[in-house]
């Protein structure tokens, strides 16, 4: 049987036409001519948004191309796109408040890329010094505190009276304390290794309170004295014998 030569010339087209038809199924491409009734492209067999940052330039300002998808550049901003927080815009780039002293206004500087207000005193003060009698603490001027520390009173084995010998320790704190300025001061009592636990937090706290009462009777005023006791658990001198012991009978004299 002899073919019909324009029988298969008409298969031939027909064949053409829906083979040429017949392309990938979307969003999957081989050419932009896939994408383009979505206004899209071709990037890595897939239809995307955009393949460059030219195909976001009609998206709006500082629109970049990332991921195939037309986004704002972290970070850009301009007249329309304000900076978050008190960032500052340079060239389109949301950044520190400030760089240097030049962009704060008013009494303020800047510090760490922000203008904070500037202290009353010390570095980057209008008035770096205080007054006589002040000094400065965290950039404000304050009265000058005295602190009143001195050499420990030592006790007797198993005593809380204060002893002739150590009474001149004792006088030299009172007049420091005589001081407007002076810290308030807190007495410290302490006992060596001997005896229960228990009694010798209250040996220690005897101590103390001998101290204070004998500066109260110098003209310190007891409100500005407080008294801890920590019994043997901090001794001066390690060792369990007399010239150890002697060092550990003692009140010690903390400003706080």
């Known amino acids: 049987m002899r073919s019909n030569p324009l029988v298969l010339a008409l298969f031939m087209g027909a064949a053409a036409i829906a083979f040429t038809g ?105 008035n770096p010094a205080c007054a006589e009698g002040q000094e400065c603490i965290g950039g404000r001027c304050q009265a000058k505190v005295v602190q009143c520390t001195g050499e420990a009173v030592y006790f007797d084995f198993d005593r809380s009276a204060v002893k002739p010998n150590q009474k001149a320790k004792l006088d030299q704190i009172a007049g420091c304390m005589g001081d407007p300025q002076a810290a308030p001061l807190q007495l410290a009592g302490h006992c060596d290794e001997r005896g229960t636990e228990e009694y010798n937090l209250a040996l220690g706290e005897r101590r103390a309170d001998a101290a204070k009462k004998y500066l109260v009777s110098k003209g310190v005023a007891g409100d500005r004295l407080s008294t801890i006791s920590f019994g043997e658990e901090r001794p001066a001198v390690s060792g369990s014998n007399e010239s150890a012991w002697s060092k550990n009978r003692r009140a010690e004299f903390n400003p706080r």
């Open 22 to 126: 017949c392309g990938p199924k979307y969003p999957k491409c081989e050419g932009d001519e896939h994408c383009a009734d979505k206004g899209e492209f071709c990037v890595n067999n897939l239809c995307q948004q955009c393949r460059d940052n030219s195909h976001c330039a009609d998206k709006g300002p500082g629109m970049i191309c990332s991921g195939g998808k037309c986004q704002r550049k972290v970070g850009y901003c301009d007249p329309s796109v304000p900076c978050p927080g008190n960032q500052k815009c340079r060239d389109n780039e949301c950044g520190a408040q400030c760089l240097d002293n030049g962009e704060c206004t008013g009494n303020t500087f800047c510090s760490n890329g922000s203008c904070i207000d500037k202290p009353e005193c010390g570095e980057n003060a209008d």
